[in-house]
């Protein structure tokens, strides 16, 4: 049975830094693509970052680049989200999800569309002072 669970989420100020953690069962995060999302109050789902299970191929939402490093950890079965240089506008509840039986190609398709089979249950990240 899939499962995610992320964990790592707080309150900040801003300029800070924390790391998600996205761990896996049911399944070994390098079989397949996985993804980090976010959702603010009042606003939409969007897609943070995405690492392909071949070549580790990463991408990035604009609004992240450059501050956040999505990285996985094959032994621990544990997908990361490094965010440094934290805005107020990262405020959000993040979640880890996966698509199987989709390969690295769900980083550039479905990704982008906001859709995926399995979902943690979200950690809260506040950015304030």
């Known amino acids: 049975q899939v499962q995610l669970v992320e964990s790592g989420g707080g309150l900040v100020q801003p300029g800070g830094s924390l790391r998600l953690s996205c761990a896996a069962s049911?399944?070994?995060?390098?079989?397949?693509?996985i993804a980090w999302f976010r959702q603010a109050p009042g606003k939409e789902r969007e897609g943070v970052a995405c690492?392909?299970?071949?070549?580790?191929?990463?991408y990035y939402a604009d609004s992240v680049k450059g501050r956040f490093t999505i990285s996985r950890n094959n032994a621990k079965n544990t997908v990361y989200l490094q965010m440094d240089s934290l805005k107020p506008e990262d405020t959000a509840v993040y979640y880890c999800?996966?698509?199987?039986?989709?390969?690295?190609?769900?980083?550039?398709?479905?990704?982008?569309?906001?859709?995926?089979?399995?979902w943690g249950q979200g950690t809260q990240v506040t950015v304030s002072s």
């Open positions: 999800a996966t698509d199987p039986p989709s390969g690295p190609e769900y980083c550039t398709t479905s990704y982008y569309f906001g859709y995926a089979n399995y």
């Open positions: 690492i392909t299970n071949r070549e580790s191929g990463t």
């Open positions: 049911g399944f070994s995060v390098d079989s397949y693509a």
